[in-house]
């Protein structure tokens, strides 16, 4: 059952880690090409998909993590 906790548990991470690198933060190109910071922006596409699931992702390895902590004391 540890075993398979901490294999969940490193997936999770990666699908974590994958999410939060996929998300644009800040201006993102625009600033290069001298877009400014100040403008309002929403999400879209794939920015508006992927953030509630970060959220999931997030939640599920706190969850696994706490879960993972009681078999092991």
Request: proline residues 1%; positive net charge; glycine residues 10%.
């Amino acid at each position: 059952m540890k075993t398979t906790l901490d294999i969940a548990q490193i997936v999770i991470a990666v699908a974590l880690i994958t999410a939060i690198l996929f998300q644009i933060k800040g201006g993102g190109l625009g600033g290069i090409f001298g877009q400014s910071d100040s403008v309002y922006r929403t999400k879209r596409g794939i920015e508006r998909w992927l953030f509630p699931r970060t959220i999931v992702l997030t939640v599920v390895f706190v969850i696994l993590s706490m879960v993972s902590m009681l078999y092991t004391g």
